[in-house]
């Protein structure tokens, strides 16, 4: 497999590990990992409240839903204003006394909006992140782990952005586990919507779900991008990537499809994103399965102003099917209008969406945006399994003062060793062969330079008790 600096994977992995101290000897027993989510798009709002009061301490310090101890526990803010330092010092300090239930004992958090130190000719730079991180905010992260299995590779690359918009970006940390040679790498990341948003609202020719899916793809390979280049996408490593994905629902001929969906589950468009790049066979994957969009939660367009109760966008399309006149000669195509129109005003009022069906624009029907997304090659995914002790995400609607509803997931990640495995493919990649449809998408996805997302920083701050 090619690399980039000329370097080999297996030697790129080896300087890793051997700068960290560690073995780097192939596990032969399985391992396992309790992993914990929190995603959140605080929505440019100071108005903490229960979130950094109750929320995110009871996220950091109860135990997994069976009652043992936490390997790792994520946090990504978005469009966050709120300064995570503090609290999360005073969680460290407070662990030192009492250890916490989830058994995590080291901090790590980042801000993508802190650079390295630039020459004075770059002093704008600075004074442009202020006002972001002051006004709009940005995106955060806290990465937990129990230092006693992992140790952090300290590295201040793990940055990326999308577009001018430094809201815009991905930032990660990585971890090695000590014992065996195995890596997690954890990412929150806030999507652009602009492109988005402009092919939902003024649909091209060849229709708006193509084009969604075009644009949608030029991020997903963009990230992967820099995963190669940072020499991330090896067969030892499951990168992580959460946080607002700014998937959308969009109407098809009628028929509500979500974008992300329809991107990881079209095998041309998949194919066309890993194209002509050095990593192994593999793809993007949820750790959720959603056999339709039906099933899936709802964490965005709602209500500021008050918490509400939680939905699915099946309850919310259903009510247009029970509204629609079966006997009708001509049945009228659904959109993003006449399914609002069909829902009851206090059923809408109770779901958190006040707004007026006939002025919510396309890009602002209720969609899942807050969600886990993970890479990994298929000779390492196929030998994953994935349990959800609650069956998947849970909502917290009751939580307002944005237009997002906080989400959290756990999951316990097993993994067995290369030496069992069985050569059967969960989600067979198809990038083996490449046909002229995913190069002609290849083409389409790859016109936007990686250029943008080349600024760097020292932007983490570490505590560990």
Known sequence: MQCFNDSSEEESMSDCTESLGLQTMPFDKPLDFRLRFLNFNMANNLREGDFQAELMPNFLADPFSDGEVLDA????????????????????????????????????????????KQGWWRW?????????????????????????????????????????????????????????????CFFGAHFPMQKLQAVLLNPPIEGALLAAKVEYAKVLRKVLRRFVRWNLADDRTVL????????????????????????????????????????????????????????????????????????????????????????????????????????????????????DPQKVRASHFPAFTDRVLYWAPDSLDRRMTWELPHKGYRVLSEIAGSDHRPVTLEVHLKVEPASRDIGVERHASPISAFSVVSQSIATMISGDSDSECDEQGDLTRRATV
């Open 73 to 116: 526990a994520f946090i990504t803010l978005t469009e966050t204003r709120m300064h995570m330092q503090p609290a999360l010092r005073r969680y460290t300090g407070q662990w030192r006394e009492v250890p916490p239930d989830s058994g995590l004992d080291s901090l790590v958090w980042r801000n993508a909006l802190r650079p390295k």
């Open 124 to 184: 704008w730079l600075c004074c442009k992140a202020n006002v972001v991180e002051q006004i709009s905010g940005n995106v955060k992260t806290a990465l937990a782990f129990a230092g006693s299995r992992f140790i952090e590779e300290e590295r201040d690359d793990l940055l990326g952005h999308f577009t001018q918009n430094p809201e815009k970006a991905f930032v990660g940390t990585s971890l090695f586990t000590k014992s065996v040679d195995f890596r997690l």
């Open 240 to 355: 992580f990537l959460q946080g607002d994905l700014n998937s959308r629902t969009i109407f098809d001929d009628g028929v509500a499809k979500d974008v992300l969906q329809e991107v990881l589950n079209d095998t041309e468009f998949l194919a066309a994103i890993n194209l002509e790049l050095p990593l192994p066979l593999g793809r993007w994957r949820e750790i959720v399965p959603f056999e339709s969009i039906r099933e899936m939660p709802v964490t965005y367009k709602l209500t500021q102003t008050t918490g509400s109760v939680p939905m699915t966008l099946g309850d919310l399309l259903s009510a247009r099917e029970k509204a629609c006149d079966p006997s009708a000669p001509v049945r009228q195509k659904s959109n993003h209008t006449n399914v609002l129109e069909s829902v009851g005003t206090s059923q809408r009022r109770e779901w958190g969406l006040t707004g």
